[in-house]
């Protein structure tokens, strides 16, 4: 397994959207184990492909670290999509794409999703709460959305200048990164 750097914000491949993942391949596996071990090691609870350079819809996400959690199972979540969505609620995000940024974000409290699981079955599951939350955020990434996107313009003002650092790359985060400035050649 390997850590593979983060891409933060500014950096072209976090605003495409993924492809569908077409089946299972020794290099899908490889990718989904790399992507734990480069959430975990960034402490993160969840990671989209598309934050480590790679345009297919895959999520992985694991809650276990997060208190009162530590019975959460780890989940690879392969082509999700929102089968419904209900209720609304607010919480705190982040994200590793956007580091040291963090806002308010209203998204849908219960939701129903279809997926496949790493045996390329299909899963149908209702998640709700933070779980939920954490999936909704993630699909957001495999099709170029960022949470920051998710905030209203005029409180979005409040982080301008935050933002401009990341953009310019003058940012230091404790997991490896690759930003807009590396990326512009
Ligand atoms: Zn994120």
Redesign the pocket.
């Known amino acids: 397994m390997a850590v593979l750097p983060i891409f933060t914000d500014g950096a072209p491949v976090l605003r495409k959207k993924a492809d569908p993942v077409k089946g299972m391949n020794d290099n899908i596996i490889q990718l989904i184990m790399d992507m734990f071990e480069t959430m975990r090691s960034a402490n993160?609870i969840?990671?989209?492909a598309n934050?480590v350079g790679i345009l297919k819809r895959i999520i992985v996400v694991d809650l276990s670290e997060v208190e009162g959690m530590e019975n959460a199972k780890p989940l690879a979540l392969i082509n999700p999509k929102i089968l419904e969505q209900q209720d609304k609620w607010v919480m705190e995000?982040?994200?590793?794409?956007?580091p040291e940024i963090r806002d308010d974000i209203e998204r849908a409290k219960k939701l129903k999703i279809i997926y496949k699981d790493t045996n390329f079955n299909d899963i149908e599951i209702e998640v709700n709460g933070l779980l939920g939350r954490v999936i909704l955020?993630?699909i957001?990434?495999l099709d170029g959305i960022?949470?920051i996107d998710r905030i209203p313009p005029s409180k979005r003002k409040q982080h301008t200048e935050a933002l401009n650092k990341i953009r310019h790359g003058e940012i230091e985060v404790s997991y490896p990164i690759i930003t807009a400035a590396d990326v512009q050649v």
């Open positions: 993160g969840g990671l989209a934050q995000e982040g994200c590793l794409s956007v955020h993630e957001d990434h960022l949470f």
